[in-house]
């Protein structure tokens, strides 16, 4: 039989690791100041400065377009580190090299290997560094280790004060900005795209997706001052064509350098499609394509062709179909509403919808109800979720009582929903029109991924 003790024995380092940092403040509180982070890298000698960064900000699409990048740029032939948050299932996702998770052994030592650092940037100031300060800086050390060719960085929150920023990017992408995380960054969309626009850097380049009025005034204003280049969706790159496919879509896009045609992207959604407009035109940027110098088409094919991005409308089971999205946000629950409308023919869909008691349930249900036919609130094990009796109260005032169940435990909710969906189901006819959605949070998404056997990734 194998000898898995040493993998086991790896995971209890990362649980202790993962205890360790718990200690400092969560990823959802934040000091606005980046001297912490700055101290960390100047005492591990600037690691952050060794490759090229490419960073990305925006409200929904972040960790989506990250992988894409990562995919192209991988296609190409540069070695990757990729640094994303939340994760879905293990922390070890967050930490990325040639497109896959670090594993929980090297995890564990870089974290060792930085430690006495952070223990002296602690102890010079009042404030303790973060768990994502740490984890940031841990990311830049493994990245500088390895060594990679090219950097992507996910904001993790906001933009101007985020971990992140205390790298120089070269290429700075801003997705959509919309209203998400109001206890920091505020309800005023203006004083949001302001904070996400700050990854713009002096001499930089820009790369835009499309955005209201009042968003894009600002984040164009911030390139002005900065002396950036700008390039936007809409009107630099963009989506020519997209036709659903089996398994995902096909493009035409429309990028910096021309027009690359037979674009397969495994993934559904006018919103994926928009995400691989903007990283392809990230990829061009990066290697100086423009106006007659266009990238490799077969490349392109390729790199979008494997493309994964798991709890993104995700299939984890047919017959009937069981998807996860991690949409935690009314503009995420809108863009996975369009994609179930248009691209799947369900006759009856069952939302499993457990969410964070500081995000806007209301605002999340209401997009949904339009294409969901019942509800079944639940819970994920975040200390943060949502109660599912109050959860519940809220889906019955946009679904009635009817529509709507209350299951505590997610795995029973989910045994709840699909029994739901199969019960509607004449005698003799398939399963194939009837679906499950599990979606409201990413702990919640990655916890029916897990329910489901599906590996970290």
């Known amino acids: 039989m194998p000898d898995n003790s040493g993998a086991a024995e790896d995971l209890t380092d990362l649980r202790q690791v993962e205890a360790e940092l718990d200690t400092r403040w969560p990823e959802t509180k ?18 952050h400065r060794s490759y090229p960064v490419i960073q990305v900000a925006g409200t929904n699409g972040k960790t989506s377009t990250s992988r894409m990048i990562d995919a192209l740029l991988t296609r190409f032939g540069l070695r990757t580190g990729r640094f994303t948050s939340p994760h879905l299932q293990l922390v070890t996702e967050r930490i990325a090299l040639d497109g896959a998770p670090v594993s929980a052994e090297r995890y564990v030592e870089v974290y060792r290997d930085i430690e006495p650092y952070v223990s002296m940037v602690d102890s010079g100031g009042d404030i303790r560094m973060s768990k994502f300060e740490v984890l940031a800086g841990m990311a830049f050390a493994a990245f500088a280790d390895a060594p990679v060719d090219a950097a992507i960085l996910e904001v993790g929150l906001g933009g101007s004060w985020d971990a992140t920023n205390v790298a120089d990017a070269k290429i700075a992408v801003v997705g959509p900005i919309g209203i998400d995380h109001v206890e920091y960054l505020g309800s005023d969309l203006a004083g949001i795209a302001r904070e996400k626009a700050g990854i713009i850097k002096p001499g930089s380049i820009a790369l835009l997706a499309e955005q209201s009025a009042e968003a894009g005034k600002v984040v164009l204003e911030r390139c002005v001052e900065v002396d950036a280049t700008v390039a936007r969706a809409g009107l630099e790159f963009g989506v020519l064509r997209r036709d659903v496919a089996i398994g995902g879509q096909l493009l035409k896009l429309q990028g910096l350098g021309g027009a690359y045609e037979e674009i397969f992207l495994p993934l559904h959604g006018e919103h994926q499609a928009n995400n691989a407009a903007l990283a392809l035109a990230a990829v061009e940027a990066f290697f100086g394509a423009g106006a007659q110098r266009q990238l490799d088409v077969a490349a392109v094919r390729e790199g979008f062709g494997a493309v994964a991005v798991p709890g993104r409308l995700e299939r984890v089971r047919s017959a009937p179909s069981v998807f996860v999205d991690a949409a935690h946000n009314p503009d995420g629950a809108r863009a996975l509403a369009a994609a179930l409308d248009s691209e799947f023919g369900f006759r009856r869909l069952v939302a499993v919808v457990g969410v964070m008691r500081d995000k806007d349930a209301a605002g999340i249900l209401g997009e949904l109800e339009p294409v969901v036919n019942e509800v079944v609130l639940t819970r994920n094990s975040s200390p ?5 009796g109050e959860l519940g109260r809220v889906a019955a005032e946009i679904f009635g009582e009817d529509r709507t169940v209350v299951e505590p435990r997610l795995d029973d909710a989910i045994e709840t929903a699909v029994r739901i969906a199969e019960s509607t189901e004449d005698p003799g006819e398939p399963l194939s029109g ?9 702990v919640t998404a990655g916890e029916v991924r897990t329910l489901f056997g599906r590996q970290p990734a």
């Not at 000091?31 to 982070?37: A, K, N, Q, V």
């Open 384 to 388: 943060r979720a949502m109660d599912p």
């Open 434 to 442: 009837v679906g499950v959605i599990a979606t409201g949070s990413v």
């Open 30 to 47: 934040i000091e606005p100041s980046l001297t912490r982070i700055a101290a960390l890298v100047d005492l591990l000698g600037n690691p």
